[in-house]
């Protein structure tokens, strides 16, 4: 079975600066993707970034950027010039191609952005 | 627009009563899902269908039920047996993870009166 740990319930960043939200996943599967997303106050989802397993290249989306370390089984996000708008809950999630599965949520990262 | 309606935004159950929560979807999505959200506890996975008339328990679908008898809906009953719905829950659809991600309801809070 697939698990997602995020092993920080909340960080602070200073607005403008970077941060570097954690995220650890388990699996044994070969084919998978990996997700991360945004929940404002309002309590929507919305989608940040994702990343294909099979993709060497960390993928990027403006300020957002991931450092997949496929080894370690490593998937963090990091939000560079950080804005007010960006203090969210954030989920990061996988999912394997193959069966049709699920996705998989870790429990998220509170991100209070200071002015 | 296309996206999804989840109705009512607030609901409030008395004691050993069925509440439905309603959702819609114009998406022409396949696959539906029912996420709960507690504090501290991130999206876990109520029940998920992936075609009309078939659907799958989740990690949690004790004391929940859905059914799925067109494409565009798949309501959520809370039932008597599940003694701690207050909860927020999401819908969720897709067609295709890989290029085309969850999207998400705007979610109901259920409390208990």
């Given at each position: 079975?697939?698990?997602?740990?995020?092993?920080?319930?909340?960080?602070?960043?200073?607005?403008?600066?970077?941060?570097?939200?954690?995220?650890?996943?388990?699996?044994?599967?070969?084919?998978?993707?990996?997700?991360?997303?945004?929940?404002?106050?309002?309590?929507?989802?919305?989608?940040?970034?994702?990343?294909?397993?099979?993709?060497?290249?960390?993928?990027?989306?403006?300020?957002?950027?991931?450092?997949?370390?496929?080894?370690?089984?490593?998937?963090?996000?990091?939000?560079?010039?950080?804005?007010?708008?960006?203090?969210?809950?954030?989920?990061?999630?996988?999912?394997?191609?193959?069966?049709?599965?699920?996705?998989?949520?870790?429990k998220g990262?509170?991100?209070?952005?200071?002015? | 627009?296309?996206?999804?309606?989840?109705?009512?935004?607030?609901?409030?159950?008395?004691?050993?009563?069925?509440?439905?929560?309603?959702?819609?979807?114009?998406?022409?999505?396949?696959?539906?899902?029912?996420?709960?959200q507690d504090p501290g506890q991130g999206?876990?996975?109520?029940?998920?269908?992936?075609?009309?008339?078939?659907?799958?328990?989740?990690?949690?679908?004790?004391?929940?039920?859905?059914?799925?008898?067109?494409?565009?809906?798949?309501?959520?009953?809370?039932?008597?047996?599940?003694?701690?719905?207050?909860a927020f829950?999401?819908?969720?659809?897709?067609?295709?993870?890989?290029?085309?991600?969850?999207?998400?309801?705007?979610?109901?809070?259920?409390?208990?009166?």
């Amino acid at each position: 079975a697939q698990t997602v740990t995020q092993s920080q319930p909340e960080m602070s960043v200073q607005e403008a600066e970077t941060v570097t939200l954690s995220c650890t996943y388990d699996t044994s599967e070969s084919d998978y993707y990996l997700f991360w997303y945004k929940q404002p106050p309002s309590r929507q989802m919305i989608l940040v970034i994702r990343q294909e397993a099979y993709k060497q290249q960390n993928a990027t989306e403006n300020r957002f950027s991931v450092n997949f370390q496929k080894a370690a089984k490593s998937f963090s996000l990091k939000i560079s010039d950080s804005q007010l708008g960006d203090a969210a809950m954030y989920f990061c999630a996988s999912f394997h191609s193959s069966g049709n599965t699920p996705l998989v949520f870790g429990k998220g990262t509170r991100l209070s952005v200071i002015a | 627009d296309g996206g999804i309606t989840q109705s009512p935004k607030y609901l409030f159950r008395k004691e050993g009563q069925n509440v439905t929560l309603s959702c819609e979807q114009n998406l022409n999505h396949d696959a539906m899902y029912w996420y709960r959200q507690d504090p501290g506890q991130g999206l876990r996975l109520i029940y998920y269908s992936q075609i009309v008339n078939d659907f799958q328990k989740g990690d949690i679908a004790e004391g929940y039920s859905v059914s799925r008898e067109k494409k565009e809906s798949f309501p959520l009953t809370v039932t008597s047996a599940q003694k701690n719905p207050t909860a927020f829950y999401l819908c969720a659809s897709d067609r295709d993870r890989v290029y085309q991600p969850q999207h998400f309801g705007d979610g109901t809070r259920l409390s208990i009166l």
